[in-house]
């Protein structure tokens, strides 16, 4: 199994000078573990893998601290696995085989790799990003209403509850959270996935009736 395949393929190219050089830091949230044990990066640490030849092959597992979660590995220049949140495998030796690909565009891509090989010290990038737990929740707070949407009264001994309605804009998916305790003027929502989230409330009186829905507000969960 080979993870970012292209950039694989460049760390191969440069086994033909000093061998590839692959710098894992492991931010404040999390460590960073290696499948052979060798290459482990403790949390707040930046750690060099040496990559020397084609039999190198171990796998990278992000390890989030309490209170952390691993959302995924960094994306940018020279970066292995970015945007992926599995483990990384870093294995060039199945690219041995590359330029005499039937793929011309993978021919011409390792061709055009040769060409940038003029900085045998080029480094390539392994990096988790981790989020705090904290930080994946929105708590949501309103008032209890007193008046229905004709303007009459409305006494607290017939309020009965109130609707959450949460909608996400990248999964598309949509849930309803009934408060049944109609005191209740606060609630945490945890445990959110990165995307971004409309929140909108709804009372409920005792005849079911529903109110209208609150101003949306919105939190982008990264």
Same mark, same amino acid.
């Not at 573990?33 to 990278?60: K, M, Y």
């Not at 021919?107 to 055009?112: A, M, P």
């Given at each position: 199994?080979?993870?970012?395949?292209?950039?694989?393929?460049?760390?191969?190219?440069?086994?033909?000078?000093?061998?590839?050089?692959?710098?894992?830091?492991?931010?404040?949230?999390?460590?960073?573990?290696?499948?052979?044990?060798?290459? +482990?990066?403790?949390?707040? *640490?930046?750690?060099?893998? +040496?990559?020397?030849?084609?039999?190198?092959?171990?796998?990278?597992?992000?390890?989030?601290?309490?209170? !952390?979660?691993?959302?995924?590995?960094?994306?940018?220049?020279?970066?292995?696995?970015?945007?992926?949140?599995?483990?990384?495998?870093?294995?060039?030796?199945?690219?041995?085989?590359?330029?005499?690909?039937?793929?011309?565009?993978?021919?011409?891509? !390792?061709?055009?790799?040769?060409?940038?090989?003029?900085?045998?010290?080029?480094?390539? &990038?392994? *990096?988790?990003?981790?989020?705090?737990?904290?930080?994946?929740?929105?708590?949501?707070?309103?008032?209890?209403?007193?008046?229905?949407? +004709?303007?009459?009264?409305?006494?607290?001994?017939?309020?009965?509850? !109130?609707?959450? !309605?949460?909608?996400?804009?990248?999964?598309?998916?949509?849930?309803?959270?009934?408060?049944? +305790?109609?005191?209740?003027?606060?609630?945490?929502?945890?445990?959110?996935?990165?995307?971004? &989230?409309?929140?909108?409330?709804?009372?409920?009186?005792?005849?079911?009736?529903?109110?209208?829905?609150?101003?949306?507000?919105?939190?982008?969960? *990264?």
């Amino acid at each position: 199994m080979i993870k970012c395949t292209k950039l694989v393929g460049i760390c191969l190219l440069l086994l033909s000078l000093h061998g590839c050089k692959v710098q894992v830091s492991a931010p404040a949230g999390g460590s960073v573990i290696s499948g052979s044990g060798n290459h +482990n990066c403790a949390s707040g *640490r930046t750690c060099l893998v +040496n990559v020397p030849g084609f039999g190198f092959s171990d796998t990278f597992t992000a390890v989030p601290k309490a209170g !952390y979660v691993f959302t995924g590995w960094a994306t940018g220049h020279r970066h292995f696995c970015a945007g992926e949140t599995g483990s990384c495998v870093i294995n060039p030796g199945p690219v041995a085989s590359l330029e005499s690909s039937d793929n011309s565009s993978l021919v011409k891509f !390792y061709r055009d790799m040769r060409r940038m090989l003029a900085d045998p010290q080029a480094i390539f &990038y392994l *990096r988790p990003v981790f989020s705090s737990e904290a930080s994946r929740s929105a708590t949501l707070s309103w008032s209890v209403p007193t008046t229905r949407a +004709n303007g009459s009264a409305l006494a607290f001994g017939e309020l009965a509850g !109130y609707e959450i !309605y949460i909608t996400t804009e990248k999964s598309g998916t949509s849930k309803v959270i009934e408060i049944k +305790n109609p005191q209740k003027i606060s609630h945490n929502v945890s445990d959110l996935s990165p995307d971004t &989230y409309h929140f909108a409330v709804s009372a409920l009186d005792t005849n079911g009736l529903v109110s209208e829905l609150s101003a949306v507000v919105t939190k982008t969960i *990264r």
